[in-house]
């Protein structure tokens, strides 16, 4: 590691534990950056300009990794916190993005480019999405309309020969006694991986538990088509709990509070909910919005209206209930 912060923070990672250490290590890499666990900062990405909606993740090690860089136009907010934490250029040894949409994978390519050592790692359907991300950005531009341009921003090629697939079981070593383990984990897409860290016991879930702002603090499903898959996403949350984190967090947002028993447990509970109400109003011939709005809209009464935008523009209603329409129709049609 080159940068004298950096180095810093790493002594006081290594000798006393005590939570005071905490603050100013924020104070000094700025209050987007926060540490969250023994070598782990959680970096808030602002998309938008919002702030706790993206979430990025930094493991420190001799060879740090970061999971998540959110999308293209918080590039420059996760480059200037990477650089105030004190890791330079040359220092990144690798980048995970937990699925290929942009919200999560946006930047990968304007990242990879400035760290030219970080080797990008993805889920074996993402790889080639990465390095020609034209067809994405297609199909994402059918599905943000405008905000693509002028929310999320699009994703630059990341040159073949720096993409590594991560199967399931995979390991990325990041330091001495530190390894993040892949989690193949479709459900919410059908290219998203889990990380697991080795040393804090923090499972990375992506959006594979749903999605959670800390200011509204409800947990919603993340069912967004073509992809969203129930089994799948069940099956993948049975596999997070199986795997005993010591705690859970989302891209959206943050360590999601109980313990990850609970979570996984609601997170399943609050599919079926939403499963529940859609299929109920396909068959009666309703609208599956109306109908989940009816049912969920309550649950975020006290959220404030800035909040209650930002989960509607990141995880509205709307795409959640294209996606459990999707997914109930093959299912129906026999074709899963
Ligand atoms: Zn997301």
């Known amino acids: 590691m080159q ?24 104070a000094r890499v700025g209050s987007n950056v926060r540490p969250i666990a023994e070598g782990v900062l959680e970096i808030d990405t602002l998309l938008g300009g919002w702030e706790r909606v993206t979430a990025g993740y930094l493991i420190e090690g001799n060879e740090p990794v970061l999971v998540e860089t959110g999308s293209q136009s918080s590039v420059a907010i996760l480059l200037s916190a990477l650089s105030a934490i004190g890791v330079g250029p040359n220092d990144l040894a690798g980048v995970v993005v937990t699925h290929i949409h942009l919200d999560h994978a946006g930047g990968v390519g304007d990242v990879a480019r400035a760290f030219p050592n970080a080797a990008v790692y993805v889920h074996e359907k993402g790889a080639r999405h990465l390095a020609d991300p034209e067809r994405l950005i297609n199909s994402a531009s059918q599905v943000y309309g405008p905000l693509l341009d002028s929310l999320y921003g699009r994703l630059a090629a ?119 109400v859609a299929e109920r109003a396909m068959h009666n011939g309703g609208d599956v919005i109306d109908a989940l709005e009816k049912a969920f809209s309550k649950e975020l009464s006290g959220a404030s209206e800035i909040e ?29």
């Open 308 to 336: 209650q935008k930002k989960l509607e523009t990141l995880n509205g209603v709307h795409s959640n209930a294209a996606g459990i329409r999707r997914w109930l129709a093959k299912r129906d049609a026999g074709q899963l």
């Open 3 to 26: 940068g004298r912060a950096y180095d810093g923070y790493m002594k006081n990672k290594s000798g006393d534990r005590s939570s005071e250490k905490a603050p100013k290590a924020s």
């Open 158 to 276: 990341t040159p073949q020969e720096r993409i590594h697939v991560l199967p399931d079981g995979a390991e990325i070593k990041v330091g001495h006694s530190r390894t993040l383990v892949a989690v193949d984990s479709p459900g919410h897409a059908k290219h998203h991986l889990a990380i697991h860290d080795s040393l804090s016991g923090i499972l990375f879930a992506g959006d594979a538990v749903g999605v959670r702002l800390p200011d509204a603090g409800v947990l919603r499903p993340a069912t967004p088509p073509p992809d969203f898959d129930m089994d799948q996403a069940i099956h993948s949350l049975h596999r997070f709990a199986e795997r005993r984190p010591s705690q859970i967090a989302l891209a959206h947002y943050g360590i999601i509070p109980g313990s990850p028993d609970e979570v996984v447990e609601e997170a399943i509970q609050v599919l079926n909910n939403w499963v529940d």
